[in-house]
Antibody, heavy 118, light 110 residues
Framework: EVQLLESGGGLVQPGGSLRLSCAAS????????MMWVRQAPGKGLEWVSS???????YYADSVKGRFSISRDNSENTLFLQMDSLRADDSAFYYC????????????WGQGALVTVSS | QSALTQPASVSGSPGQSITISCTGT?????????VSWYQQFPGKAPKLIIY???NRPSGVSDRFSGSKSGNTASLTISGLQAEDESDYYC??????????FGTGTKVTVL
């Protein structure tokens, strides 16, 4: 059974940093692209970043230069380093497994809440 | 990337069929057959119900079907049931590369 478990969410002040982790199990982690998708409370879904099997990293314009995605295939873990956080970064952050290159998401974690507020 | 456009709400009576549209551009929906649909209940993570425009994952009811014409994709729910009341989001692969989601549609069963 595929499981994705996010951790590291919490309350942070504007301009601060936070690192999210996603522990994956139930599939061959290194064989799939992984991504982060966020959802502000009561709002829609927004793709944040992807990490391909070949090692390429992609970011939404809204987070480019502030967020950094990484993965540790030996530990089956995905990370999202978030710097220079702003109030509009407040959201549930979902870790997600790619179905196949370009073909969307087949499994989602339960989400980690990030709140940026003073 | 701008969000794909979906109607804010769609409603229907039990047993009816409803269709949710998802309009993008020639850079996303129109360019690739990589449209997905997700069902999301309040407080829960999204669940994949359609991928590659019209394919259903194992275990998803065949009452859900997808299609695409030009820059617009559609999700049809046939034989609407109370348990289908939920939020639905489309998504498409786009240039960049990137992924873009729809604005979301709330389905209400009357």
């Amino acid at each position: 059974e595929v499981q994705l478990l996010e951790s590291g969410g919490g309350l942070v002040q504007p301009g601060g940093s936070l690192r999210l982790s996603c522990a994956a199990s139930g599939f061959t982690f290194s064989s799939y692209s992984m991504m982060w998708v966020r959802q502000a409370p009561g709002k829609g879904l927004e793709w944040v970043s992807s990490f391909s099997v070949s090692g390429n990293k992609y970011y939404a314009d809204s987070v480019k230069g502030r967020f950094s995605i990484s993965r540790d295939n030996s530990e089956n873990t995905l990370f999202l380093q978030m710097d220079s956080l702003r109030a509009d970064d407040s959201a549930f952050y979902y870790c997600a497994k790619g179905l196949a290159p370009r073909r969307g998401i087949d499994y989602w974690g339960q989400g980690a809440l990030v709140t940026v507020s003073s | 990337q701008s969000a794909l456009t979906q109607p804010a709400s769609v409603s229907g009576s039990p047993g009816q069929s409803i269709t949710i549209s998802c309009t993008g551009t020639s850079s996303d929906v129109g360019a690739y057959n990589y449209v997905s649909w997700y069902q999301q209940f309040p407080g829960k993570a999204p669940k994949l119900i359609i991928y590659d425009v019209s394919n259903r994952p194992s275990g998803v009811s065949d009452r859900f079907s997808g299609s695409k014409s030009g820059n617009t994709a559609s999700l049809t729910i046939s034989g609407l049931q109370a348990e289908d009341e939920s939020d639905y989001y489309c998504s498409s692969y786009g240039r960049g590369p990137s992924y873009v989601f729809g604005t979301g549609t709330k389905v209400t069963v009357l």
